[in-house]
């Protein structure tokens, strides 16, 4: 388990150092999933508008799952105090959810290859791609899509289904819960 504490644009003093690693720490022994790698950044907008000024994020990395938290207060401890709480509840979730209930360990091999190509030629000539960003399909239950959309904070997210072996895009709605896109033959 390992910690990792920077400040973008600010200083990081030992006290806040020492209190994030004690804090994001605490919540990451109480689940005991190894191996758990954790970067806390911590930065102040300067935006004096800004009732909750002071940023805390938190991203933990674990056999191949993402847990993701951003949390903003009025002053950087209590940032660290509410993210450190939003990790753990994050931690049990995945813990409950995808530890404990053994998934199944015969994962298919993905059908076909995922072709960027044909997606980028959908957007019209007038859009810019400001950011690509590439990814392996797992094939996944609807479940275990629905807990990685969860854990990662997206607004979407593409999987291969583990019964079709077709792709499928989860999304969050607006008025609450959840879309699916599914691909068809």
Known sequence: MSITV????MPVTDALRMYAEEKIGNSMKVMDINPLDA????HVEK????????????TLRT???IVRVEE???DMYAA??????????Q????KTRVLDRKVRADAAAPVGEFDPDSLMAEFTADEEVVRVKEMQFQPLTEEEALVQIDLLGHDFFAYIDRDTN??????RRTGGGYGLLKQVD
Not at 47 to 58: Q, S
Not at 91 to 94: S, T
């Open 6 to 9: 920077t400040g973008r644009k």
């Open 39 to 42: 970067e806390v950044v911590l």
């Open 47 to 58: 935006n004096p508008a800004n009732a909750t000024p002071a940023i805390c994020e938190v």
């Open 63 to 65: 056999k191949g799952h």
């Open 72 to 74: 903003s207060e009025e």
């Open 80 to 89: 660290i105090d509410v993210a450190a709480a939003k990790v753990l509840r």
């Open 91 to 94: 931690l049990r979730k995945f």
């Open 166 to 171: 077709l792709v499928n895009v989860l999304y």
